[in-house]
């Protein structure tokens, strides 16, 4: 893999705190991954991404950083972490660190510093702003609820914290602070890391502090010189390295994913950006109970494909992370075993034979379900909860509550790994720190592992494709039949030849148009086509040898 090109590759995320315990404490540590670096060299993926592992009060569970240069000791060591980038590195596998360098957490030294202390040389590395006559400097919305900014206890400053309160938005108009942070990132480097993913970092550049008639984030979002400091910090740390760079961009526009990506602009290597995740927000708004829009779902996805393919940009493409409820259980269905099987391989086929870069989630390979917790109280994340106060503010019933946060809340994710039917399903030896999914007795990975017929085993074929067929990586993107309003079809072609995918996102037989050419050697199919039928939550890649001419709709 090292000589590979890195647009090739396919990167697993794994979220520390639920993969692997080795001690006993319930939590997830490092050494818990090298434990398990076979198993994912087994699946075959290139780079493992993981959530920060810095030293950290957890407050939003490592987000909020508190020394960049020392690993939090719930996770173990310096000296762990080396020996998983060694141990790794013997695999072929790579780490990619994550980077929160937009904020810092309210322990960091230099907010301590900082805080009540307008004379602190580390004033200016955070946002301090007098009040506006009695209230907060702007009416900015934090991310996690409630107003975007703090008052200190002993001036009548405030400070911006656009998510959690001890989440402090450093100000990188200092070059000072971009100095430190670049700083942070050539150590990571020559600690031997192989790639990076950039937290929120198209929140960095703030413009004006006015009120807004919205949340304020038309006044941060790709912000006025955002362009700017990323590729200062391009040119200042990777830039002329073989590292790999991910940015999570927030609420970001095609346009400028376009420029953070395009290769001579020197900025980054791919983006995330949230867009198609959001068809399950009714009126836009993420705490609501709500089915998807299915051909909201297309549109926004092949507008991307082709926006950011034709652009020469590039993109990083997933369905799941740390933040984002279970997929299976989300845009496929987890109503019966076999449905979540079947609908689990089909979004694995729709989303890796699209262009870009693919990332899959811990446990998203053996089709983990949201966990429908039935208690307020098994709940754990900071969003999570005062969603849940503010829907009891709003008038919302409890149960009600409950099923929205069941629906939408990051925990839906961030349960621990099922890795096989005996206690804890083997995530630990104590109490986790989270309840496990109940449904581990038939869903982990001993069991994938073992069953031919596994979503584990379409993961593993999907890698294995995009590792063998340039069409996967180079293809073009051909979006087709977009307003069918239960099969996703495109097609990719590369070199004269395509692939035709056809899937089905609904729970019952579709015919298939008439006019779709459907000749040729089947790729990877998780059902057949009978009768120019195909079943419910069916999917399959046809190659065809030669460019079919475009299918009338
Ligand atoms: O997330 C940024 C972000 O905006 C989200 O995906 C966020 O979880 C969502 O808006 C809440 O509704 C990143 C991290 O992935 C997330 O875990 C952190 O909490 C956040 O930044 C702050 O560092």
Redesign the pocket.
Known sequence: MSQQDWRKSVVYQIYPKSFNDTTGNGQGDINGITDKLDYLAYLGVDYLWL?PVYQSPMN??G??ISDYYQVNKLFGSLDDLRTLISEAHRRDLKIMMDI?I??TSTEHQWFKDAYNNPESPYRDFYIFKKSKGKGPPTNWQS??GGNAWQQETETDDYYLHL?DVS?ADLNWDNPQVRKELHRIVKYWIDFGVDGFRF??INLISKGAFKDSERTGKEFYTDGPHVHEYIHELNRATFGDTDLMTVG?M?STTLDHCLKYTQPERQELHSVFN?HPLKVDYAGGD?WTNASMDFLQLKEILMDWQVGIYEGGGWNAIFWC???QPRIVSRFGNDATEALRVQSGKMLAIVLHMLQGTPYIYQGEEIGMTNPNFTSIDQYQDV?AINAYKSLLERGVSEAEALIILNQKS?DNSRTPMLWNDERHAGFTEGEPWMDVNHNYRHINFQQAMEDPNSILQTYRKLITLRHQYDIVTYGDIEPLYMTHPELFIYRRNYEGKSWLVIANFSEHSVPLPESLNIEGAVVIANSELNQRTIEGYGAMVIAQEEKWEKESE
Do not use: A, I
């Open positions: 959530t939003d569970n987000y909020d929160v937009n904020h991310k996690f998510f989440q937290d929120v999570e927030s949230f993420k992370n740390h933040d969003e990051r």
